[in-house]
């Protein structure tokens, strides 16, 4: 089984839907990330996560919104999607002192209509 | 605060060719310094990785890069490539301390022709 493990693989809405995205880790690392991906930009990081009590904003937080629910689950929530948030999202773990090493979950893919 | 520039969005290469990917990184602090590839349909896989002594670092799959600090570079090199090298390449880097979030480029497209 996979380590981190995202749910919706795929999704497709409207715009003005309310969408959460959920990622799951049997890692047990602290920390815990959302990316998204575009086309020639690389890969944005949204929010990020030390402990469930510990949550920060990334590059890209402005229409997103986060909920750590335990160590090993963080989800991602677009309260009203808009089109220009169609993109490849991406969660990721790391531990506490692991220089950095993040490891990444195989991604959801959301196109708003 | 960091950045991380990938010279080329695109190269091209002949099966069994060597290549090199470039990555040219800013930061006023120490970092870490990461090659991720992502295949086809798939989320991102750790290539290799620098932390700090030798500058050159070998990873998986026959790859290898360089770390310069003069020219604050981390070029990405594999003496012959296969059709399964086909992928996009991320560099990234992060801070030594605290948040160690990872700053990524924009991405280098490998294409392996036969």
């Known amino acids: 089984d996979a380590d981190v493990t995202q749910t919706p693989r795929n999704r497709i809405t409207k715009t003005g839907k309310r969408i959460m995205l959920e990622c799951s880790q049997t890692?047990?690392?602290?920390?815990m990330y959302w990316y998204r991906q575009d086309p020639g930009l690389g890969l944005r990081l949204i929010y990020y996560s030390f402990d469930v009590k510990d949550i920060n904003k990334g590059e890209i937080s402005d229409g997103y919104s986060v909920s750590r629910q335990a160590q090993a689950k963080f989800s991602l929530s677009l309260e009203s999607a808009i089109p220009n948030q169609t993109a490849l999202y991406f969660c990721?773990?790391?531990?506490?002192?692991?220089?950095?090493?993040?490891?990444f979950g195989p991604g959801t893919r959301l196109t708003v209509l | 605060a960091q950045s991380v520039t990938q010279l080329d969005s695109q190269v091209p290469v002949f099966e069994e060719a060597p290549v090199e990917l470039r990555c040219n990184y800013s930061s006023s602090v120490s970092v870490y310094l990461f090659w991720y590839v992502q295949y086809p349909n798939q989320g991102l896989q750790l290539l290799l990785k620098?932390?700090?002594?030798?500058?050159l670092v070998k990873g998986i799959n026959g790859f290898e890069a360089e770390f310069n600090k003069s020219q604050t570079s981390f070029h990405l090199r594999k003496p012959s490539v296969h059709i399964s090298d086909t992928a996009e390449y991320f560099c990234?880097?992060?801070?030594?301390?605290?948040?160690?979030?990872?700053?990524f480029g924009q991405g280098t497209r490998l294409t392996i022709n036969p």
């Open positions: 620098y932390l700090s002594g030798s500058t």
């Open positions: 890692k047990g690392h602290d920390r």
């Open positions: 990721a773990t790391s531990p506490g002192g692991g220089f950095g090493t993040q490891y």
């Open positions: 990234a880097v992060s801070d030594k301390g605290g948040a160690q979030k990872l700053v």
